[in-house]
């Protein structure tokens, strides 16, 4: 899931970082500090940075230096937003570094890796969700909180795959007998460990989760003669 045990060619480090500081720059310029200002967000952030470290160090590792954990970053955009989201992966990229050790080479394409792309499709999911499907508690927390971080993860498993296999960091059977199969079988725990603290924080402590309103998702339904039910 990440390049800090396979370190990437000089020119593939070199345009990730590119990317990854453009696309960093551009979250940090957006991110809605304002939710910050309170104090019990502030704290959640911040164990965000601190719960999203801890995953990354949990990894297991497969053949050829590859290793597979779970993300968080999905969850933490839902918690907080996409932009937030990513920036609280940088501290918790940087802890993994210096606490589990690695090459700092591949931070870029491990940020964009982990962090940037599933934040980015659990948001597009989420919207088209907000979108297209009727508005109510039970829809946010399995489509926004189940189904989307679940496919976020998938998306990962696949752009981790594909990366490697082109940056020619890893071996083709390493890759397709251990690294898909896997990746995709952890897409589940991603899922349904998202989507069950979803639940918990959306029901308990909806001031955690910025992307849940209470006056969309918990709108009476209009009564059939067009005027809002009693």
Known sequence: ???????????????????????????????????????????????????????????????????????LTPLVALMFGRH???????????????????DWTGAGATWLLAA?????????????????????????????????????????VFAAFAAHHAAGTAAWPALADGFLPFGLLLAWGEAFLSGLLTAIFTVYEPRWMATFDDARYLKPPPRRDGGPRA
């Open 1 to 71: 899931m990440d390049f800090l045990t396979t370190p990437l060619p000089a020119g593939w480090a070199l345009a990730t970082w590119i990317v990854a500081a453009v696309l960093l720059a551009r979250s940090a310029r957006r991110a809605p500090w304002r939710l910050l200002a309170e104090d019990f967000r502030l704290h959640g952030w911040l164990g965000s940075v601190f719960a999203i470290a801890l995953a990354w160090l949990l990894s297991a590792r497969l053949a050829g230096g590859l290793s597979l954990h779970l993300l």
């Open 116 to 156: 940037w792309l599933p934040a980015s499709v659990l948001d597009a999911l989420r919207l088209a969700a907000d979108r297209w499907v009727p508005r109510n508690p039970f829809t946010f927390i399995f489509l926004a909180g189940f189904f989307s971080p679940g496919a976020a993860y998938v998306a990962t």
């Open 84 to 102: 937030l989201a990513v920036v609280a992966a940088v501290p918790a990229l940087a802890a993994v570094l210096l606490w589990h050790g690695g």
